[in-house]
């Protein structure tokens, strides 16, 4: 199976600030990465899917890269709606693995 | 808009078995796959299985902590997607979520997820 290595776990940031998460796959996914936002009690959202291509609606300041087996995930200017966990997947080969998420946390 | 809805959770005791559906709107349901999550409470996400459309002989795939215990199907006819539980464990108690399988293998849209909670 594909590991999913997401650093941090968890992160504190300010309204406005700019965030970047990576996750680290353990074998080669090409660019079959995708980026989901969790909020407390509710079902996940997708945000980004093939790496860095922005599902519709999701607003700009979100955005993904690829390098290699490492994926950056990055929030230009916090927004108060921003505060939840984010979790990568990898669509390469089943089964289909998660990171462990990253908690970003209001500072 | 795409809708989908799970339901069938509920309170079942080890080594019973249990059906969940998710009934999806808003899409051609029978042009996509469809996949199976849970997340356990307090913990991370876990894919499942999943689907394939019948134009990829609607062949499943599961994870290895649910293979030969988990079967998942689908009814296009009624744009349903099952997922039948069978010697259920105390450690798959979680929320389960279905989602639309796209392009990269992700979940486009999800349902709002049913709890299954497995305890004597």
């Known amino acids: 199976d594909i590991q999913m290595t997401q650093s941090p776990s968890s992160l504190s940031a300010s309204v406005g600030d700019r965030v970047t998460f990576t996750c680290r796959a353990s074998?080669?996914?090409?660019?079959?990465l995708n980026w989901y936002q969790q909020k407390p009690g509710k079902a996940p959202k997708l945000l980004i899917y093939?790496?860095?291509s922005l599902r519709s609606g999701v607003p700009s300041r979100f955005s993904g890269s690829a390098s290699g087996t490492d994926f950056t995930f990055t929030i230009t200017s916090l927004q108060p709606e921003d505060f939840a966990t984010y979790y990568c997947?990898?669509?390469?080969?089943?089964?289909?693995?998660f990171g462990q998420g990253t908690k970003l946390e209001i500072k | 808009e795409v809708q989908l809805v799970e339901s069938g959770g509920g309170l079942v005791q080890p080594g019973r078995s249990l059906r969940l559906s998710c009934t999806a709107s808003?899409?051609?349901?029978?042009?996509?796959?469809m996949t199976w999550f849970r997340q356990a409470p307090g913990k991370g996400l876990e894919w499942v299985g999943f689907?394939?459309?019948?134009?990829?002989?609607?062949?499943?795939e599961y994870a290895a902590s649910v293979k030969g215990r988990f079967t998942i199907s689908r009814d296009d006819s009624k744009s349903v997607v099952y997922l039948q539980m069978y010697s259920l464990k105390v450690e798959d108690t979680a929320v389960y979520y279905c989602?639309?399988?796209?392009?990269?293998?992700?979940?486009?849209?999800w349902g709002q997820g049913t709890l299954v909670t497995v305890s004597s």
């Open positions: 989602g639309n399988n796209y392009g990269y293998n992700r979940a486009d849209s």
């Open positions: 808003g899409f051609t349901f029978g042009d996509y796959g």
């Open positions: 689907i394939r459309s019948k134009a990829y002989g609607a062949t499943t």
């Open positions: 074998q080669s996914i090409t660019n079959y």
């Open positions: 093939a790496a860095s």
């Open positions: 997947q990898q669509g390469y080969s089943t089964p289909y693995t």
